[in-house]
């Protein structure tokens, strides 16, 4: 960038210094680093609150949120591109379940009480789900948007916000 710039100021003041051969090579330097260098892509998120958008084609359809005993391992598939479909089989999944009538992780107020009889629910956009690992404690999910891109989309993403109760608490409010 700066190479560019410098390269440009020369050619206002037309000064007759060849720029274009400097500028070319460092630019293919950068690129061949940029596409050799080990860049990994992060499918964990160590938060207990947050954002985040996954591909969820990636990593064995696996995201993590949170961290040691607050640890859930989210697992997806595809439905819709209004749903999601989200899994309690990985093993430090314990139940999942989807909360009727509510928009926002505050409005469950008793965690408990909900319906864990299903392996796999399948929330749309804007639904929340909680899940029980096998430590006892709540994640209170909402998801956010999901993109298919077997349906007009141009990638497979779910993006999603959470909340993890640290108390081994069931509300959320």
Not at 38 to 43: G, K, L, T
Not at 77 to 104: C, F, M, Q, T
Request: charged content about 25%.
């Amino acid at each position: 960038m700066i190479l560019s710039i410098i390269w440009f100021v020369l050619e206002l003041y037309d000064q007759s210094f060849p720029m274009e051969p400097i500028v070319v090579f460092v630019g293919g330097i950068a690129t061949l680093l940029a596409s050799y260098w080990p860049w990994a892509p992060h499918y964990t998120d160590r938060r207990l609150k947050g954002r985040a958008s996954i591909d969820y084609m990636s990593n064995n359809q696996e995201f993590i949120i949170g961290r040691e005993e607050l640890s859930f391992t989210l697992k997806f598939s595809k439905a819709s591109d209004e749903r999601i479909h989200i899994y309690r089989d990985p093993s430090d999944i314990e139940a999942v379940a989807l909360v009727h009538g509510a928009g926002l992780p505050s409005e469950v107020r008793d965690a408990k009480a909900l319906d864990y009889s299903n392996r796999v629910i399948s929330p749309a956009e804007g639904d929340v789900v909680v899940l029980r690992n096998i430590h006892g404690h709540y994640a209170a999910m909402v998801v956010c948007d999901v993109r298919d891109s077997t349906r007009n989309d141009d990638r497979d993403e779910v993006t999603i916000s959470w909340v993890i109760n640290p108390e081994h608490g069931t509300d959320f409010s």
